[in-house]
């Protein structure tokens, strides 16, 4: 059984750094991709970074050349580095992983950005 736990979160200034780490446990076969959501109060899930299997990223236009998702094989673990935040970066970060059969979600992880 494949699961996700994050961690990093916090509450830090407007113009501060934080990094999330989304450690894996379980086998993962025929990896899709490993990506960051974030889920503001009464908004929906929205993609924040990806990385393929191949090691590809891609990223939403509000977080580029700001944020920078990597991933160390050795550790299972993907990270989220996060620069230059701003207060609209609020929200809950999920870490997810997609196989080929299934998708797989962590609990979640509060970042917040005070003006």
């Keep these: 059984q494949v699961q996700l736990v994050e961690s990093g979160g916090g509450l ?3 113009g501060g ?3 999330l780490s989304c450690a894996v446990s379980g086998s ?3 990896l899709v991709g490993m990506s960051w959501y974030r889920q503001a109060p009464g908004k929906q899930r929205d ?3 990806t ?3 191949v090691g590809s990223t891609n990223y939403a236009d509000s977080v580029k050349g700001r944020f920078t998702i990597s991933r160390d094989n050795a550790k299972n ?3 989220l580095q996060m620069n230059s935040l701003k207060p609209e ?5 999920y870490c997810n992983v997609r196989v080929v059969t299934s998708t797989y979600w962590g609990q ?3 970042v917040t950005v005070s003006p």
């Excluded at 970066?89 to 970060?93: F, G, H, R």
């Design 108 to 110: 979640g992880t509060q």
């Design 47 to 49: 993609l924040v970074a």
């Design 28 to 30: 993962i076969f025929r």
């Design 17 to 19: 750094s934080l990094r």
């Design 12 to 14: 830090v200034q407007a």
């Design 77 to 79: 673990t993907v990270y």
């Design 51 to 53: 990385m393929t299997g």
């Design 89 to 93: 970066d609020t929200a809950v970060y």
